[in-house]
């Protein structure tokens, strides 16, 4: 079986290939960032659930950059040591964690995606929200119009960056992701529809990734060298060919790579509204090419639901792992399961000991 074979991403060694994929948990509930008991439970038990690797929901690197006021985040000790509880737990279950860093731009000060929220986007100033910044005043769909950032403040970008994966590496992280995809910050820069800059942030492709390939390369230089690092990527738009397509993205890895990138995690859109032809593994052909392209090892994601479809992707040289984000959250267990189904036993199912009733 090839899911439960290990990976090494530098010195990180991951025992399978079954990851969680970052997820929002809107849990800060006093609105500081700060990640607590649900973070904890959360988290803790997809570790003892069997997951590989487990990345962080989008972390804000800025109190500006949360999607929402009750997201978390890194910009000061207090989180730092917060998450490092939640990093000791994981790996004491034998997990690989990393951290999802982000800044959600003109995406930023929206209300949680939950059920008491619905239809519900812009959090007004009168209710705990802010002024969204953006590569251009141009705002996303029914969300409000963000102001335009100047140079001076793009290229303050990169070192909030930094300063975060700075204490991401303090509180024990394996791996830092930086996320460029679903239309935050880093993606809006990255596309011809929400970035109309004419300074060097905006224009042609390079100026468009210039901001991305200086916030990895930021990144890099304060993490260490044994570290892996990840970009989350949405492959494409779908919206060809005005918008940001796949054979960007494939231009874009070779040069992630040639910065010192380890993984790309491959999604897709996000930045503006699309058909998205959503089905099982939709995402896992973008994956697939920009793997092919690269030649960096590669995650995919994207209503991957049963065991027997995760293992035929990596299996097949699709991707070298497959994440599993809404089925994880039905079942937390769900790697475990799928390692059982697909006939794995004794040692090579990571089951916590106290549950060893439940499994003999
Ligand atoms: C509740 C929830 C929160 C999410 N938050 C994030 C996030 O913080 N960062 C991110 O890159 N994607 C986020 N996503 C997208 C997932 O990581 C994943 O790409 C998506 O759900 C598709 O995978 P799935 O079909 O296995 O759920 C979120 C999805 C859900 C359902």
Known sequence: MKLNEPITL????????????????????????????????????????????IIAEATGVTPEGRISPYCAGLWNEEQQQAWARIVHFVHTRGATM???????????????????FAGRRSVPLSDGGWETVAPSPIAAHGHEQPRELSTEEVRAVPGA??????????????????H????????????????????????????????????????RSVIPETMPLSVRVSATEWLDPEGWKLEDTEWLAGELKARGVDLIDVSSGGNAKAKVPVGPGYQVELGAAVRE?????????????EPEQAEEIVEAGQADAVMIGRAALRNAEWALDALAELGASGDELPYPDS??????
């Open 293 to 305: 392209a690269s030649g960096l090892p590669t995650a995919v994601v994207g209503l991957i639901t």
């Open 180 to 219: 460029a995809a679903h239309g935050y910050l880093l993606h809006q820069f990255l596309s011809p529809l929400s970035n109309e800059r004419t300074d060097e942030y905006g224009g042609s492709r390079e100026n468009r990734a210039a901001l991305l390939l200086e916030v990895v390369e930021a990144v």
């Open 355 to 360: 549950y060893f009733r439940g499994w003999a």
């Open 161 to 178: 960056f930094a300063d975060a994966a700075r204490r991401a590496v303090a509180a024990g992280f394996d791996l830092v992701e930086i």
């Open 10 to 53: 530098r010195s990180a060694e991951i025992r399978n290939r079954i990851w969680l994929p970052p997820m929002c948990q809107y849990k800060c509930e006093n609105e500081d960032g700060l990640p607590g008991d649900w973070h904890m439970v959360h988290y803790g038990a997809r570790a003892a659930g069997g997951f590989g690797l």
């Open 98 to 116: 990393g951290i999802q860093l982000n800044h959600a731009g003109r995406k930023a000060s929206s209300y949680p995606m939950l059920p008491s």
